[in-house]
Structure formats: structure tokens, C-alpha cells
């Protein structure tokens, strides 16, 4: 067969992935797709209007747009008043 005595032939074994590696695969995959959705978004924390308060939005790195505020918009503009205090979200004097 072979005339180099060094050189021997040895036989091909195939590995195939079990249904667990696959089942692993899918949540990699899936982890994978959640983490570059996230990605698009950065997190910018800007000081608020009032000493020690602060509002964190979260933009679209692509857009600019912001996609979420945490506080909202209105509750930042009604803290900007003067008769805003803490909890004061609600008038409950009628």
C-alpha cells in the first residue's frame, strides 16, 4: 500500500453535535442577536434641574432619539416648579 513505513492510514472518524450542543447553540445564537440589539442603545445621565437629581435617558446610538427617560418629561418639568416637593406628583387638594 503505502511505501513510507512512517506513514501509516488511519480511519476518518465524523463528530456530530448532540441535540443538547444544539439546544446550547440556539441560546448562544439567541444571546448573541439580544446583545447586538442592545448595543444600538447608550446610556447618558444628565444632571437635573434641580441639586442632586439626575435623569437617565437611553438613545439610539444611530438616531440620536431618545427611547426611553427615566424620570419622564413631566415629572422633570413639574419638579422644575416652585411648589413642586418629593411625591407631589398629585394634587390631591380639590
Same mark, same amino acid.
Given at each position: 500500500?503505502? #511505501?513510507d513505513p512512517a506513514i501509516r492510514v488511519v480511519k476518518a =472518524? =465524523? #463528530?456530530e453535535t448532540s441535540p443538547q450542543s444544539r439546544a446550547g447553540d440556539d441560546a448562544n445564537s439567541r444571546a448573541a442577536a439580544e446583545a447586538e440589539r442592545l448595543a444600538q442603545y447608550r446610556l447618558v445621565i444628565e444632571e437635573g434641574p434641580r441639586a442632586g437629581s439626575f435623569v437617565y435617558k437611553t438613545l439610539d446610538r444611530e438616531t440620536g432619539e %431618545? %427611547? $426611553?427617560q427615566m424620570? $419622564?418629561?413631566e415629572v422633570v418639568r413639574l419638579s422644575q416648579q416652585d411648589t413642586y416637593d418629593l411625591g407631589a %406628583?398629585?394634587?390631591t387638594t380639590i
Open positions: 500500500m503505502n #511505501a =472518524v =465524523v #463528530a %431618545v %427611547v $426611553r424620570p $419622564r418629561e %406628583v398629585i394634587d
